[in-house]
Every structure is written in C-alpha cells, then in structure tokens.
C-alpha cells in the first residue's frame, strides 16, 4: 500500500514538476538487453547482470543561468536483490543533434557503452550535454562548467527516478566517472567540481579520463595557431562559436574571425543548415584547394592570428584558459589514458595534465599511453577496457540484506592484477591461515586450508572469466582483495 501511494504521489509531481520543482520530468523505457547479449555485443565475458535502459527528461540550467530541460541515457542493470554504485559516462563530440546516447544506443552509437557499464554492476548515467539531444539553442562545445553540471544535475534526478521508475532499484555512495574525447574534458571537469564546490553533495570512489582536449588554452591553442596540418578543422569554429555563445565578446560576425570561403560555410553550420561532419569535410576540401593543405589557421584572420598571440588577456585566450580543466589535484583514484599517435586530440594534453597535476599534490594518479600506435578512433577500445578493470577494483556491489558481511583489517597484496590464471598473494601474516574465493554472486569457489607460506601461488585456472573476491582468514582478522581473471 505504501509503495502504491508513493508512486501515485510521485507521478503527481512529475506532472506538475514546475511547480514543485522537480529535477526529473519524465524518463522513457527505450530497452532492455540480456547478459547474454551484452557480452556477446562487447565480446566481454565480464559481463555479470541484464540491463534496461531508458532516455531521461531532466531540469537544469543553461548558460545564462536559466532553466533549461536536457536529456540524457540511463541504463540499470538488473537484479534488485543487489546495491549498485553510480557511474558517469560523458560522451565524445557530436556531429548532430541527435547523435548522443538517449538517441543513438539503439542505432551502435556511443550510448551502447552504457550497456557495457550497466552489464557490469554500474548504474550508468550519461548526459547528452546542453543544446543536444531534447534541449534548444547552440550546444556550447567543451565548455567545462556546463558539462559538469548538467552530469550532477542528472544525478540529483535519480531519487525522482527511483520513486517512479525504480522500486527494487538499489544504490549505493560510490560514484564514478570517466569519459572520452571531448567526454574526457567534461569528466576531468566533473571530476574537478565533485572535489571542489560540490565535496560535500558527492564524494569521487574512482575517475578515469580517456583522449581529452584538457589543455585548451595551451594545447590546443598552440596546435591551432600553428602551420600544422590536422584534418579536423570544424573543431576549431565549434569551439569558438560555442565560446562566443557563452561569453558574448570574442567577435561581432563571423567575418571578423575566419576568411573567406571559410566564413560562409560556417555561417551555415551556425544556422543548422549542415552538422559538424559536413562542415569538416567541406573545410578540408576548401584549405586543401586554396592553400594547398589542411592548416586550420589558414581560415583565420592573420591580424587575428597575430592579437592572439601578442596578447594573452585578449578575450580569446581568456576564454580557452576558462575551459582548462587540469590545474587541480585529484585527491580520488585517477587514470589518464592516452595514446601518443593520436591524430586528433594532442597527446600532450595528457602530458600537460599529469605533470600539473603531480606537482600540485595528486594522490594517486597515473597517466598511461595504452597504444602508441593507435590514432583517435583505434585509442577508444584500449582506453575503455584500461577503465573498466581500473573500476572494478573499486566497485562495491552489495545485497540488500546482509547482516553476516565480515570487517577486513586491510587489503591484500596481490600481483599480477588482472591476471590470465595465477596470482601471487605478498606478505602473508606469519601466523598462517585459510584461503578463499568467492565469485560475483557469493559462492565459495575454492576453499584452502593451512596456508603457512608468507608469499603464496594462488591458482584461479580453473575458473571462468570475472571478478573475484580473495580473502586471507588468519585468527579472527581478514584480509580481502578484488582479483580479475581474464584471459
């Protein structure tokens, strides 16, 4: 009766949302994927729970601090005997509207990834940003402060979810959050307010960010107002109309800023009459015509070219500095990945960002190239799999009930991790004890007596792909490690 009341009431104020101000507005069911299918989609048998997936209407804020209605993805995994932790996932660049993961997870766009996170015990949230998807105006592209709140704004949504939509869905305090491309900067922006304005609202379990523009006022400064050849020209008009779009004082016409042709075929990916990719592929052609290669500065202005570089208060450079998002120290688990031959994103963004971030006190970072070889597009996969074993070795899954769950004194040292079949358990307390391992779903999978040796082999052969969890039991203390096996 009560469940029943709630929802009625819970519906009510969904429809007069306005008025009460409620964050959710509506969320529609687009889905639902087996275990099965998930990890035969992905070709990962870690693959653990089934998972539905539905497109979310929430309230905000746009850039001028009105309200503002945006969509996003969110995909649930399945099992409501279970507690899931959060995860964000904030998605690479757009080439239009619609090309985001509420609209795209049905057509093997990047909102499939939702799945993948979702089929691991993640309860996924992934925004579609503002002007995207459901929203109006012009999408302000890498523009850090909106990307991030309009990710806390979809999590503060979810107990509107849960009252409505998720009865038997269960959650817990951990959060996580990674992204790729320009989804890295929007989850290194994310990342930077959780611990920051936000410190008290949320707490950081885990961040990894994958191939992100983080160094926009350095960076990709340098690269665009270089000779260099790069074949991606449209960034460089998204980024300044979007900045245009927010602050309102880097130009008064596009005839200011870019030469013709270029100008006109820009006008008209402002206007909406083409989207980013055509807009890119009719700018390379048009550099390649007139100036004999593909040097994005060509399109702008010399005079403008040289006020940029002379002056670095000029309101340009003071705008691209705003969407840093790397002079901070992460105090939560932190992985940069990268990949050295990445032809669109610099690798020295990545670069840029670790350093800053060591010598301003980072806790625990690492910053990896998980394939030197590997351009933008070929970086993603690697990028992906580095994060989600990353994860797993912090996320919590637990039961709804569970009163008998034992305290561990500490972890257990364990190499390598992951591992294709045997591992090694370190610095084992003299007294000696017992060994065991239990899979996913709580089984005790092998149970070894008597270990004595300070330093033992653990052989996980015989078991199947996943996550397992290994406990040392000696007297009445535990020691307790997460150990991926994958082969």
């Known amino acids: 009766m009560y469940k029943k009341l709630l929802s009625v009431f819970a519906a009510y104020l969904l429809v007069t949302w306005p008025l009460y101000a409620q964050r959710m507005v509506s969320a529609q069911l687009l889905g639902t994927r087996t275990r099965a299918q998930i990890a035969a989609q992905f070709n990962n048998p870690l693959v653990q729970y089934d998972a539905r997936f539905y497109r979310v209407i929430y309230t905000t804020k746009n850039t001028a601090g009105l309200p503002d209605t945006v969509s996003g993805l969110l995909v649930v995994p399945q099992d409501p005997a279970r507690i899931f932790p959060r995860l964000v996932y904030q998605h690479g660049t757009s080439i239009s509207r619609t090309e985001v993961p509420s609209f795209n997870v049905m057509t093997g766009g990047e909102g499939t990834l939702g799945l993948l996170f979702a089929g691991m015990g993640f309860l996924t949230f992934m925004p579609d940003y503002l002007g995207l998807g459901v929203a109006k105006g012009f999408h302000p592209y890498v523009h850090a402060a909106s990307e991030s709140w309009v990710a806390a704004d979809m999590l503060r949504a979810l107990p509107d979810f ?183 994103v610099p690798f020295r963004n990545s670069i840029v960002a670790r350093d800053t971030m060591l010598a301003r006190g980072a806790a625990d970072l690492q910053v990896v190239d998980v394939n030197s070889n590997a351009d933008h597009g070929a970086c993603a996969s690697p990028a992906i799999f580095n994060t989600l074993i990353f994860f797993l070795g912090y996320r919590e899954v637990g039961y709804v009930t569970n009163t008998q769950e034992p305290t561990p004194v500490g972890p257990l040292f364990v190499q390598p991790n992951p591992t294709s079949g045997t591992v090694w358990l370190m610095d084992l307390p003299d007294a000696g004890g017992q060994i065991q391992v239990f899979d996913i779903s709580g089984r005790l999978r092998q149970d070894i007596t008597h270990v004595n040796d300070r330093n033992y082999r653990l052989d996980l052969a015989g078991l199947e792909n996943g996550l397992y969890l290994v406990r040392f039991f000696s007297g009445d203390r535990i020691w307790q490690s997460k150990v991926v096996l994958y082969r």
């Not at 107002?225 to 109309?241: C, G, K, Q, R, W």
């Not at 100036?291 to 570089?309: F, I, S």
Request: aromatic content about 14%; proline content about 6%; charged content about 15%.
């Open 162 to 344: 849960m009252a409505y939509y998720g009865p038997d869905l269960h959650v817990n305090d951990q959060l996580f959050v990674t992204g790729y491309s320009q989804g890295g900067h929007a989850s290194m922006a994310f990342h930077r307010d959780v611990e920051g304005p936000w410190k008290d609202e949320f707490k950081m379990t885990a961040a990894s960010h994958m191939s992100g523009p983080y160094s926009i006022g350095e960076v990709m400064r340098d690269m665009v107002l270089s000779e260099d050849v790069y074949f991606y020209p449209a960034y460089i008009p998204n980024t300044l109309l979007s900045y245009q779009y927010v602050y309102g004082n880097l130009f008064n016409s596009l005839q200011e800023v870019f030469r013709e042709p270029y100008a006109t075929v820009i006008g008209q990916f402002q206007s909406g009459s083409i989207n980013l990719l055509q807009l890119n592929i009719q700018l390379i052609n048009l550099l390649t015509q007139s100036e004999g290669a593909c040097r994005p500065v060509r399109m702008l202005h010399p005079q403008l070219v040289q006020e940029v570089k002379a002056d670095d208060w000029h309101p340009v450079n003071v705008a691209l500095r705003d969407n840093n998002v790397y002079r901070w120290s992460p105090q939560a688990p932190t992985r940069i990945y990268y990949c050295m031959a990445d032809d669109q």
